[in-house]
């Protein structure tokens, strides 16, 4: 029997064409990498369970991605999914592609670790990147410690930093990156994903409850699949909006219309 996943580690993007409410992002990147202006550095910004780490990893894919027949000789928008390279990444066991969580490695011991590592090249990538996930929570050492390298890294080296709280971040930091801006994403979007998840998984809902899960979720893709799990458990194959508002203790537009009379 295969272990079950969680929808919202089941339906993560894999490619730029499934991050939904980003075309901002995806644009310049498509044309950084068509005029070969990629910046040595990305700050990803944002609310929780948006896609930020996600996209880091697909980042990291479409900078060393071999493309399906492994002939593929610079970075490309559609990374293939299909070499050892983008398998291994998004598998977490890249050699050259090294996530770290700042929350729980915040000093500067960690980032001279860390640093000491960016001069060697890359073992089978063309890039080593370098993805800090909440790394505003690095100590104002370890920013310190990351300057230099960072306004003057490598050629052959990336860095891909996400976080929830940007204000918290050195503006001497920021200044190194190109930033992006993750956007809360809009209710019909998200209800859009429901739907193809609850198709896939041959689920019967009611689209008046994917629409209150998608309001729930506040702009965040994972809270609103998270939602839609726990549904799935309470009500089994058939959900219907009264289920969502007996669960979450929430009314529905037609009753507060009603009050408003």
């Given at each position: 029997m295969s272990e079950y996943r969680v929808l919202a580690r089941k339906y993560r993007p894999t490619n730029f064409d499934d991050l939904i409410g980003q075309e901002a992002l995806v644009q310049t990147l498509s044309n950084a990498i068509e005029r070969n202006r990629l910046a040595h550095a990305f700050l990803l910004t944002g609310i929780r369970g948006i896609g930020k780490?996600?996209?880091?990893?697909?980042?990291?894919?479409?900078?060393?991605?071999?493309?399906?027949?492994?002939?593929?000789?610079?970075?490309?928008?559609?990374?293939?999914?299909?070499?050892?390279?983008?398998?291994?990444?998004?598998?977490?066991?890249?050699?050259?592609?090294?996530?770290?969580?700042?929350?729980?490695?915040?000093?500067?011991?960690?980032?001279?670790?860390?640093?000491?590592?960016?001069?060697?090249?890359?073992?089978?990538?063309?890039?080593?990147?370098?993805?800090?996930?909440?790394?505003?929570?690095?100590?104002?050492?370890?920013?310190?410690?990351?300057?230099?390298?960072?306004?003057?890294?490598?050629?052959?080296?990336?860095?891909?930093?996400?976080?929830?709280?940007?204000?918290?971040?050195?503006?001497?930091?920021?200044?190194?990156?190109?930033?992006?801006?993750?956007?809360?994403?809009?209710?019909?979007?998200?209800?859009?994903?429901?739907?193809?998840?609850?198709?896939?998984?041959?689920?019967?809902?009611?689209?008046?409850?994917?629409?209150?899960?998608?309001?729930?979720?506040?702009?965040?893709?994972?809270?609103?699949?998270?939602?839609?799990?726990?549904?799935?458990?309470?009500?089994?194959?058939?959900?219907?909006?009264?289920?969502?508002?007996?669960?979450?203790?929430?009314?529905?537009?037609?009753?507060?219309?009603?009050?408003?009379?």
């Open positions: 780490t996600t996209t880091a990893r697909i980042i990291a894919k479409a900078l060393n991605c071999l493309g399906a027949d492994e002939q593929l000789q610079g970075p490309t928008i559609k990374p293939c999914g299909e070499c050892h390279n983008c398998k291994a990444i998004m598998e977490d066991r890249h050699v050259d592609v090294m996530e770290m969580d700042a929350a729980s490695r915040t000093g500067v011991g960690d980032i001279r670790d860390l640093i000491e590592t960016v001069h060697y090249a890359p073992t089978n990538a063309r890039y080593k990147v370098y993805i800090i996930d909440e790394v505003h929570m690095l100590s104002q050492a370890a920013f310190n410690a990351f300057l230099k390298t960072l306004e003057e890294p490598p050629p052959h080296v990336k860095f891909v930093f996400a976080t929830t709280e940007s204000q918290k971040v050195l503006p001497t930091i920021v200044s190194r990156c190109q930033r992006f801006e993750f956007r809360s994403i809009p209710a019909p979007l998200i209800t859009g994903k429901l739907k193809e998840i609850c198709e896939h998984e041959q689920i019967d809902a009611d689209e008046n409850a994917l629409d209150a899960i998608s309001r729930m979720a506040m702009g965040g893709m994972r809270d609103a699949q998270s939602i839609l799990d726990q549904m799935i458990s309470f009500c089994g194959k058939s959900i219907s909006q009264s289920d969502v508002l007996e669960v979450y203790g929430l009314a529905s537009s037609g009753m507060i219309n009603q009050l408003r009379e």
